[in-house]
């Protein structure tokens, strides 16, 4: 599914099967978050939690089947995930999101101290990149890494904080 999906979305992260469960097998190491999203008994989508920080931990990687993309299964996944991290005391979780395809308008200039801010205020999805999926979720962006995998590749880093002062929550009985 790791490989399957990234190569749907033009990425080969994961080129061979051994270097696919190579990931998995990292993803459900101790003390890592590792969860599953199934639909009729069938695995659709998984997403990983790694310590990056004390306190702040880096989601890798996040997958949904290209099928069931754009249904909601990822923001489900996501929540999960999020729950659980703030149980174990995690305040914010971290992730790189990857533009090597050009899905984004930071892939088209070249990147420097000067328009670097400028840069990413004004960022633009061109081509379905998954930024916008996380921008949804609460998550933002703090900052990129120009060229990180190539020229005009940009690695885009996102953040967000789990635990608000003053933020609603929701009792049950």
Not at 83 to 101: F, N
Not at 148 to 165: E, H, T, V, Y
Request: with cysteine.
């Amino acid at each position: 599914m790791l490989k399957k999906s990234f190569l749907d979305a033009g990425n080969e992260s994961w080129g061979d099967i051994k270097n696919a469960i190579e990931e998995v097998e990292e993803c459900i190491e101790h003390p890592n978050i590792c969860l599953g999203i199934c639909l009729d008994d069938k695995l659709i989508g998984w997403t990983g939690l790694r310590p990056m920080y004390d306190k702040t931990w880096e989601l890798h990687p996040m997958v949904i089947k290209t099928e069931y993309q754009g249904k909601g299964f990822g923001k489900v996944l996501l929540r999960e995930l999020e729950t659980r991290a703030k149980s174990r005391g995690i305040i914010g979780i971290a992730l790189g999101t990857d533009d090597e395809y050009q899905k984004t308008s930071l892939s088209m200039i070249d990147i420097n101290e000067r328009n670097i801010f400028d840069e990413i205020g004004n960022i633009k999805n061109v081509n379905n990149h998954p930024y916008e999926f996380y921008k949804k979720c609460g998550y933002m962006i703090v900052g990129i890494i120009p060229n990180a995998n190539g020229k005009r590749k940009p690695d885009i880093w996102m953040w967000q904080i789990l635990a608000r002062k003053n933020s609603p929550t929701i009792a049950s009985t």
